[in-house]
């Protein structure tokens, strides 16, 4: 009996308490280079995930960029699945990531916006 859970974290939304979920939307990685022989790409260099998030709680979207590692081989089932970021628990997830993105921050005012205006 296995029931396909959908992908998910909690408590790595900054705008919301550590029981809020933050739903798996859509993954992407980015690589730093690309080793050749004989015109075939075997390894990959430096690899970090993105991973994009939906916030249940305040409906932010998040991106998070995951290290996996410095050389990859082309094969390795971390680069297509990733599973492997929800094997971790979310302050491990959080302890190696890093929000790179998020749609709804606090409130960026220019340093002259009076104190009257800012409340
Ligand atoms: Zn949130």
């Known amino acids: 009996m296995s029931k396909e859970e959908p992908l998910h974290h909690s408590g790595i939304c900054p705008n919301c308490p550590a029981d809020t979920d933050q739903r ?8 730093s280079g ?3 022989e004989a015109g075939k790409v075997l390894l990959y ?6 991973s994009l998030f ?7 979207i998040l991106v998070y ?10 094969d390795n089932p971390n680069l297509h699945d990733p599973k492997w970021l929800f094997n ?3 302050y491990e997830f959080l302890r190696d990531s890093f929000l790179i993105y998020s ?5 960026h005012l220019h340093p002259s916006t009076p104190e009257d205006v800012r409340q």
């Open 103 to 107: 749609t709804l921050k606090k409130e």
């Open 54 to 60: 939906c916030c249940v709680g305040c409906g932010a």
């Open 88 to 90: 971790l628990a979310s």
């Open 65 to 74: 960029k995951t290290f996996l590692e410095d050389i990859v081989d082309v």
């Open 34 to 36: 690309k080793y050749r």
């Open 24 to 31: 798996f939307l859509y993954k992407a990685d980015e690589r």
């Open 45 to 50: 260099g430096r690899v970090e995930i993105l």
